[in-house]
C-alpha cells in the first residue's frame, strides 16, 4: 500500500532568530517567538513560542529557557528539532497515524555554510515529508512583497531580521550582489541594554530592551511619528533595588546610531559591486526594506536621505519571508531554480 496517499499537508517554514512562522498556502498557521523551555531535570518540553517567552529570564533551576537559532541560524541543534516538533505540530495538529507531509520549505539565510544549511536538512527530516526543500530568505522575501524575481531587472532586497541583516540585489531568480553583516534587531537590544548600564548603572533584561525598541525605537531626532517617552523599570547596580527611567526616542537613536550606519554602509558598498545596468534599475526600483527590524521609525526617511535613493518598506515585514515561501508551496515545479534540496 502507498501511505505516501495519506501525505497531504504542505508548510512554509520562516524560522527567524526571534520569531517563527509556520503557514501553509492560504494563511499563517503559527506566529510566536523562536523560544523553548526544558525542565532541567527530565529535559522534557515545558513550553514553546509565547509561553516560553513570558518565562525567559524569569525561570528558576529546574526549568531551562533556550533560545535555539542565533545569527539566523541554528546554534543549538537537539532545542531547534524539539522545538520546531512542537511549532508544526501546534499549527498543523497532531493528526492520526495516517495524516504526514508532503512537502515543507524552510527558508535559510543566503551567506550559510554547507555544515548550517546540513543541520538544518537534518531538523526537516525529521517529519519524513515527501519532498523537502529550502529557499534563501532575501528571495523569498522579495516573491512575499510581490517583486518578479524570474524578470532580468535588478531589485534590491534590505532583510534586517533578529540575528543578521542580508542585502542583496536579484535578478533573474539568482543573487548578483550581496552583503551580509551580523547587526540586526538582537544587536539593537544588545546596545540598549548596554546604554543603561553604562550611563545610568541599571540593568535592565533583554526582554525589556526589546520593549524599548518596539515601543519608542527609533533612527533620527525628528521621525514622522513620535512616540510618548517610556518609563522603563530596572535594578540600580550600585543599591541594587529596582528604579525606573524614562527614554525617549532621540535616546534610542543616539544608541542605534553605529549599527545604523554600518548598515548604511554595507548598502552602499553593495551597490559598489553591482554591475553597472543593475545599479540603473535599483535607481528605478528603489529600495525594498523588509524583517521586523524594519519597523524602526523614521527608516525609510533616512535611507532616502542618506542614499537618494526611494526606499519602499513592506507594510507587514515579519511575514515577509513567510508569504513568498508559501507562493512556492503549490509550485515546486515553477520555482525549481531556488528550491535547494
Do not use: W
Not at 526544558?38 to 517567552?53: L, N, Q, R
Amino acid at each position: 500500500m502507498n501511505f505516501n496517499f495519506f501525505k497531504n499537508k504542505s508548510v512554509a517554514l520562516d524560522l527567524g532568530n526571534n520569531n517563527t512562522v509556520v503557514s501553509n498556502r492560504q494563511s499563517v498557521l503559527f506566529s510566536q517567538p523562536s523560544y523553548i523551555v526544558f525542565d532541567a531535570g527530565s529535559h522534557a518540553v515545558k513550553a514553546v513560542g509565547d509561553k516560553a517567552y513570558n518565562m525567559f529570564e524569569k525561570n528558576h533551576e529546574e526549568l531551562r529557557p533556550v533560545k535555539p537559532l542565533r545569527g539566523g541560524v541554528i546554534a543549538d541543534y537537539d532545542s531547534a528539532r524539539q522545538m520546531i516538533h512542537e511549532m508544526v505540530g501546534q499549527a498543523c495538529g497532531c493528526g492520526s497515524f495516517m495524516s504526514g507531509y508532503d512537502c515543507i520549505i524552510s527558508g535559510i539565510p543566503y551567506n550559510t555554510t554547507e555544515v548550517e544549511r546540513r543541520a538544518l536538512r537534518d531538523v526537516l527530516d525529521q517529519f519524513s515529508a515527501r519532498h523537502t526543500y529550502m529557499v534563501y530568505e532575501p528571495i523569498a522575501a522579495a516573491m512575499g512583497i510581490g517583486l518578479n524575481i524570474r524578470e532580468p531587472n535588478g531589485k534590491m532586497i534590505i532583510d534586517i531580521g533578529g540575528g543578521i541583516t542580508e542585502i542583496v540585489v536579484i535578478s533573474l531568480s539568482g543573487i548578483a550582489a550581496f552583503q551580509s553583516l551580523k547587526v540586526a534587531g538582537d544587536t539593537f537590544d544588545e546596545e540598549i541594554q548596554d546604554h543603561f548600564r553604562r550611563n545610568y548603572n541599571v540593568a535592565i533584561g533583554l526582554k525589556t530592551a526589546e520593549q524599548i525598541k518596539i515601543k519608542v525605537g527609533a533612527v533620527m531626532d525628528n521621525p514622522p511619528e513620535i512616540p510618548q517617552p517610556l518609563i522603563v523599570k530596572g535594578k540600580d547596580l550600585v543599591e541594587g533595588i529596582p528604579v525606573t527611567k524614562k527614554v525617549n526616542h532621540s535616546e534610542i537613536a543616539f544608541v542605534l546610531e553605529k549599527s545604523i550606519s554600518a548598515i548604511e554602509h554595507s548598502v552602499v558598498q553593495t551597490l559598489e559591486t553591482c554591475p553597472p545596468e543593475l545599479a540603473s534599475d535599483i535607481y528605478e526600483n528603489g529600495i525594498h526594506i523588509t524583517g521586523g527590524s524594519a519597523m524602526l521609525r523614521g527608516l525609510r526617511e533616512r535611507f532616502e536621505t542618506k542614499l537618494r535613493l526611494p526606499v519602499h518598506i513592506d507594510p507587514q515585514p515579519l511575514l515577509s519571508v513567510s508569504k513568498g515561501i508559501a507562493n512556492t508551496l503549490g509550485e515546486t515545479k515553477k520555482y525549481q531554480s531556488i528550491l535547494m534540496e
